[in-house]
């Protein structure tokens, strides 16, 4: 088991007499990601509208007045991961996938798998279907684009990430997902924190992952490289980005860039270990 404290602080500047916050930054809670404690502060007191939705996608709906806001979030959470040999871990046909895993089969606004059918095919498809089939699109994805900060904005999607062969962590996972998808295996994204970043990319950061439906469950999978997945906490989980914005605005506001912080909390007698990295496939849904 790891446990990790995490923490984000958001920084506005609400210029219209008033703004609407639709946030997804706290911690999920799931069969395998327990919230042992939680603090939730914003300056100036706002009243704030929870809401969980089936994927335990925790949003916090707001009105701010003209003004500084400023959101404070800290948790101490465990994940329990589910450790599996990958090479157990089979594609399952379309006709016997759980019907609430369908919709991940589908393109949507940033991974047109529908566009990128041949490509998946003449790369892929002659592959063993399976993990390491998985696994292999990761690693295309991971050494054919390259990482470079703030080189995408909101509006590019998989198929600019092919063509231009750079992003972030959300184009990674973008491209991946939409090849996944495209040889029928479901595929979806997950936002987290980028634990074990090499620190010359930057302060710490959100980050984007994949998830992919295999055997029996969903598998985690980073194709962007830069993390160490076992400490890869769950905040969100949609579709693709568009699903999960930690910030969604409306109104004219001016943001500073999130400060985030995230930190192994490690006792060995207890079996709390620091997240290490893994051969292993790993599920934390």
Known sequence: ??????????????????????????????????VLSECLA??????????????CNRMLRMRAERGALTVRYEAVVDINHRLTDGLSLTEVPVPELPFD??????????????????????????????????YAIREWVRNHVRFLSRSTNERTSAIDTIVERTGVCRDFSHLMIAI?????????????????????????DFHAVVEVFLSDGWYLLDPSGVSIPTGLLRIGTGRDAADIPFA???????????????????????????????????CTW
């Open 1 to 34: 088991m790891n446990r990790l404290r995490y923490s984000v602080n958001l920084s506005y500047e609400i210029l219209d007499a008033t703004a609407d916050f639709l946030l997804i930054i706290e911690a999920a809670k799931t069969t395998r990601q327990c």
């Open 101 to 134: 895993v369908l919709s991940y089969l589908a393109p949507s606004r940033y991974c047109e798998s529908d566009r990128l059918m041949e490509f998946a095919m003449r790369e892929f498809g002659g592959m063993r279907p399976g993990y390491s089939r998985v």
């Open 180 to 204: 996944c998808r495209a040889l029928s295996i479901p595929a979806r994204m997950s936002s987290s924190v980028d634990y074990g970043a090499d620190p010359a990319l930057g302060a710490p």
């Open 42 to 55: 914003l300056t100036p007191a706002v009243a704030v509208t929870r809401y969980t939705d089936p994927l």
């Open 248 to 282: 969604a605005i409306f109104g004219k506001v001016a943001s500073k860039r999130p400060f985030i912080g995230i930190q192994p909390m490690i006792d060995t007698s207890a079996g709390i270990d620091p997240p290490l990295a893994t051969t292993s496939a790993i």
